[in-house]
């Protein structure tokens, strides 16, 4: 405690990465809400010929959402987190120092990368994994030096016990590392044959196998960037922005090697009856039924840290973002399972009620959660109170709203579809044409837009307000030990 | 308990690594080379067709379509006969796609047809009045990149031993060769199309991406 | 329809109402603690940049359903569903039958109006994106099916010809006769071989003179000598239209795709058959 004021943590990575955030999420779900509007509005495809088409567009969307705004948020905590909870500041290292900046200048270069190589339409069509070779090096170039990063903290700290947030960075670095090298082994082409672009390859693996380990990789993309990290913030910044302590030691531990342990196997949920082999998809079932509960353990944990609090809870907006994304971490953790039953799966994959999981997720858990460990982290890397709580506040509603009118609207979507395309009439035919299924949803198509625009408008709310706190927020002092302050 | 894996950030590290790495050991690898094996009667992309798989990838087509018919009665009349793990021992990568806002295609062959598409790429709500798939003017204009699907047929040959050049397989041959295999092919496709554009351009000898892709969706089968 | 009779959507909608209730029933409980309780325990002796933790117990209920969820996988894996122990191939096997013992049966002797009925249910799901939902073909993409086979067609068969149907006499040549000449063959073909009935009664006579032309390729008969070109007794009625779906047609307007992959029964192109045949005028 005592030392922890003396040392005099530098942000200034984390800081880069902070903004990076903001500006990613904007682009991302300006992307989000362009693609969801397409959906019911077919026009607006025609509008930048074919760089402006769903199929280009919807893969900028996701790369940009979680490798753009996901990972630099990741980042942005890490490079503030990290510092504080093994009480050692960047400083102390230029190593490190230097490190961390090449990791942030480099990333914007694969950025970039990215989004030129995508509108170009540049992809291997896996989801989650579409950057062809070249760029896939320069990641695992940034993720070495990130690992760097993390084991050169480490060896240098002053607090020898590990934090548990510390855990779920480790655990993010190894297992994105280790899914993202297997899922993208490809041969380069041009190299091989000397003839066509030098960028293209082609998968080592064919069928069925690339799709056994693009789903083992895609499901636990979600788990090693949607989730461990985001849980490392919340470990972090719920009970540091409440001063209450962790409420349990015991839940944390057996929670983080729970999830560790079952995550890896449940990916054949993505997969179910598909022509993979019967008894992997069984494994995939069951154990996303028995993750519920260490996901569920996180969640538990960090809701009665805030046992007695309520005052809190009312007063505080950034106490109020993290519990709701606790909540809707929990909501997505059990409406994933659920959707991994065989029978319930039947009705619900290829439909629109996955993409409203999906946002149940990254709108709910891993956006709010990246909003309020900005908002926590902006009064003391600024040393300034943040901007405005008032508006702070509507930007909560207008969010929360947005969320519960895309999800809304897509479970209705999804389960509509669902059930149309298996209707029969009664001479046992199909009852209805592919397209009469289309027809009926652009109803729900229009409101996830709307939905999609709330949560927009409010993220802006959000990035003015940062950008406000960070140029005219009032000055302070000394750093606030817990509740973070800021202006009416 | 667990405090000295906590202060060990070394046994830390390998210990999530250990626990994390075997489930995909167990689950991926027993059945390998069981799902590698092609169905009889399966055969590789012609170079004609990869170039349409190429575009299909291009621009996601994958985004909205699926490539996998599940084994419900309410698939099967729909689509044709669920999909068999060897029907895909050349697909590399694999098109499942995970969502359908628009139909299955994986056996579009069967029952859509050149001119079919030609109409429906120009303008989808021509012939499906509500569509809401884009329209994609554009492969009238671009041409396919025949060279690039040929670098990668030759690759999976070489690399894979997939059986190009073999008895009852396509043919591969030198670049020259293929692509005069490919112009024929791609002739075919072309004479029972529309589009003047397409034709005049054929003409002299280049392959628009609209004609790459309509071998790659007659291929579906 | 009765949506609930489906096992899956029954089995997803109850899925969906878990996900909902499940989870306002364990926050809300949450939230109580939130607002009334007050936290207590034990503090350990470490503490990051401030933040304590303390020794609590893992909280019972979350403890009891995580065991039971293993024991409940491991009673799943090894001997509920063991290894094999389940075939979807097999359940898909299932569903077939119990759906042909229920459709099956229950149609098996279809009169005219379920035929009907059965037709335009397949028309629209099978045949509309190409013939349009009216079957008007679409600004003459596809043929006509508001026209197709009707006296007016035939002429214009006889006019311009036919071809795609991979007869082994391949194409019929346009122009064998003239436009009067064609309606007379026409109104004779509809009143005497088909026997649809003519609105040329006064060509018949002519016609019959004329349809030695026609009966080189299509036989005395007009069956169609053995295969060798279409058997044009039936056209303009549903077993014609029968034989076209199994066999397709590549003709002048486009391609029509042959129906044989199984995705339909017999009855069912029986009954399309029919429904196009009544939008003929
Ligand atoms: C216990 C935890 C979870 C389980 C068991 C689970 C299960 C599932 C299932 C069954 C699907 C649908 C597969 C399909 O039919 O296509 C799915 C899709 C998805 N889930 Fe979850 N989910 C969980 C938590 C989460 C969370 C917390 C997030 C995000 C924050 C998330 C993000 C996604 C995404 C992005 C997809 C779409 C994958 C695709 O592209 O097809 N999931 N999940
Ligand atoms: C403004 C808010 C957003 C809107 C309106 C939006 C809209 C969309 C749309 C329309 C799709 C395509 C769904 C389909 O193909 O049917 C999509 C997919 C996706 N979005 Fe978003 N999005 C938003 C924010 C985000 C954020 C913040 C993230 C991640 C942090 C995200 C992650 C994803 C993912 C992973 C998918 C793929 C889902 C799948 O394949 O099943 N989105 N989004
Ligand atoms: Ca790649
Ligand atoms: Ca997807
Ligand atoms: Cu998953």
């Known amino acids: ?488 | 308990m667990f405090h000295w894996l906590e202060k060990n950030p070394f046994f830390f590290a390998v210990a999530v690594f250990v626990v994390i790495a075997y489930a995909g050991i167990i689950t991926i690898l027993p059945d390998f080379m069981n799902s590698a094996r092609p169905v009889v009667g399966t055969k590789p992309y012609t170079v004609l067709e990869l170039a349409g798989r190429h575009v299909y990838i291009k621009d996601s087509c994958n985004a909205c379509h699926s490539q996998l018919i599940r084994p419900f009665k309410s698939e099967t009349d729909r689509y044709g006969m669920y999909s068999l793990s060897g029907e895909y021992a050349y697909d590399r990568p694999f098109l499942w796609g995970s969502k359908r806002t628009g139909p299955d295609l994986m056996r579009v062959g069967n029952y859509r047809t050149t001119d079919w598409h030609e109409n429906h790429m120009l303008n989808p709500k021509s012939l499906v009045p509500g569509s809401i798939m884009p329209k994609y003017g554009h492969m009238f204009s671009n041409v396919a990149d025949i060279e690039t699907a040929y670098a990668e047929a030759l690759t999976v040959k070489k690399v894979f031993n997939v059986p190009y050049d073999e008895i009852d397989m396509p043919k591969l041959g030198t670049f020259e060769e293929s692509s005069k295999i490919v112009l024929a092919e791609a002739k075919m496709i072309v004479d029972d199309m529309k589009s003047p554009e397409v034709k005049a351009a054929f003409a002299r000898g280049e392959i628009k991406e609209i004609v790459a892709i309509i071998a790659y969706m007659n291929s579906l089968k | 329809m009765n949506w609930l009779n489906d096992n899956v959507n029954l089995l997803g909608l109850i899925g969906a109402a878990a996900i909902i209730i499940i989870t306002i029933f364990v926050v809300g409980k949450y939230i109580k603690q939130i607002k009334y309780d007050k936290s207590t325990g034990e503090l350990a002796d470490e503490n990051w940049d401030g933040i304590g933790e303390y020794k609590n117990p893992l909280p019972i209920g979350w403890s009891i359903s995580f065991i039971g969820t293993i024991i409940w996988a491991l009673w799943y894996f090894l001997v509920g569903y063991p290894l094999n122990g389940y075939s979807q191939i097999g359940e898909y096997n299932e569903e077939v039958e119990a759906y042909n013992t229920k459709f099956e049966s229950k149609w098996a002797n279809p009169d005219d109006q379920t035929l009907l009925g059965m037709g335009e249910g397949v028309f629209l799901v099978q045949c509309a994106p190409c013939h349009g939902i009216t079957g008007d073909g679409i600004n003459g993409k596809s043929a006509d099916l508001t026209i197709w086979g009707s006296e007016k067609a035939i002429v214009d068969v006889i006019v311009n010809g036919s071809k795609g149907m991979n007869y082994p006499l391949g194409e019929m040549p346009a122009g064998l006769l003239d436009a009067t000449s064609a309606k007379a063959v026409a109104a004779y073909m509809v009143e005497k071989v088909t026997k649809t009935g003519t609105q040329n009664a006064d060509l018949v006579a002519m016609g019959e003179t004329l349809w030695v032309t026609c009966t080189i390729c299509h036989g005395e008969d007009s069956k169609g000598m053995n295969g060798s070109s279409p058997d044009i007794s039936n056209y303009g009625k549903p077993e014609f239209i029968v034989n076209v779906l199994n066999i397709g047609k590549k003709g002048s307007i486009g391609n029509m795709p042959s129906f044989n992959d199984g995705r339909l029964t017999d009855i069912q192109k029986l009954s399309v058959g029919k429904y196009v045949n009544s939008l003929t005028q």
């Open chain 1, 1 to 488: 405690m005592q030392s922890s004021k003396i040392i005099n943590y530098d942000y200034s990575v984390a800081k880069l990465f902070a903004i990076a955030t903001i500006v990613f999420g904007i682009v991302g779900m300006v992307v989000g809400v362009w693609i969801a509007f397409q959906m019911a509005y077919p026009e607006l495809n025609n509008l930048a010929n074919e760089y402006g088409t769903f199929g280009r567009l919807r893969p900028l969307h996701t790369n940009i959402a979680i490798f753009g705004f996901i990972l630099s948020g990741v980042w942005a905590t890490w490079y503030y987190i990290g510092q504080r909870v093994l009480k050692v500041s960047m400083i102390e290292s230029p190593f490190l120092m230097i490190l961390g900046k090449i990791h942030f200048w480099l990333y914007l270069v694969g950025v970039v990368g990215v989004v030129v190589s995508l509108f170009m339409g540049i992809t291997s069509s896996k989801e989650y994994a579409e950057f062809e070779w070249p760029i896939d090096i320069a990641i695992v170039v940034v993720w070495v030096i990130w690992g760097i990063g993390i084991f050169g903290l480490i060896g240098i700290r002053r607090e020898k016990i590990l934090y548990i947030s510390v855990w779920y960075y480790i655990a993010t670095f190894l297992g994105v590392a280790m899914l993202y090298l297997f899922n993208n082994m490809a041969v380069p082409t041009y190299f091989v044959t000397g003839f066509g672009d030098w960028w293209h390859s082609v998968s080592m693996y064919a069928g069925t196998n690339d799709a056994m380990v693009q789903w083992w990789y895609g499901h636990n993309a979600v788990a090693f960037i949607f989730t461990v990290p985001i849980i490392a913030m919340i470990y972090y910044f719920l009970p540091k922005e409440s001063g209450q302590p962790i409420f349990s030691y015991k839940l944390s531990i057996l929670s983080f090697w729970g999830l560790m342990f079952v995550y890896l196997w449940a990916g054949g949920h993505h997969l179910l009856y598909s022509t993979v082999p019967d008894w992997v998809q069984t494994m995939g079932s069951i154990f996303s039924i028995v993750l519920i509960l260490p996901s569920w353990g996180s969640a538990i944990n960090m809701l009665l840290t805030m046992k007695g609090e309520w005052q809190q809870l009312k007063d505080n907006p950034l106490i109020k973002f993290m519990v709701l994304a606790s909540t809707f971490y929990m909501f997505s953790t059990i409406e994933g399972p659920i959707q991994a039953i065989k029978s319930v799966n039947a009705l619900a994959h290829f439909t629109d009620w996955i993409p409203g999981h999906v946002h149940d997720g990254t709108l709910g858990w891993v956006g709010f959660m990246i909003i309020a460990s900005l908002l926590h982290m902006a009064p003391r890397m600024f040393k300034r109170e943040i901007y405005s709580k008032k508006l702070l506040e509507s930007q909560f509603w207008i969010q929360t709203t947005g969320i519960v009118l895309y999800f809304s609207s897509m479970w209705i979507a999804g389960l509509t579809q669902g059930m149309m395309w298996r209707a029969t009439d009664q001479y046992g035919n199909l009852a209805y044409s592919f397209i009469d299924t289309v027809n009926v949803l652009h109803p729900y198509y229009t409101i996830r837009g709307v939905g999609g625009l709330l949560y927009l408008i409010g993220f802006c709310m959000f990035a003015y307000n940062f950008y406000k706190t960070m140029t005219v927020g009032k000055e302070i002092e000394e750093e606030p030990h817990s509740t973070s302050p800021m202006a009416a």
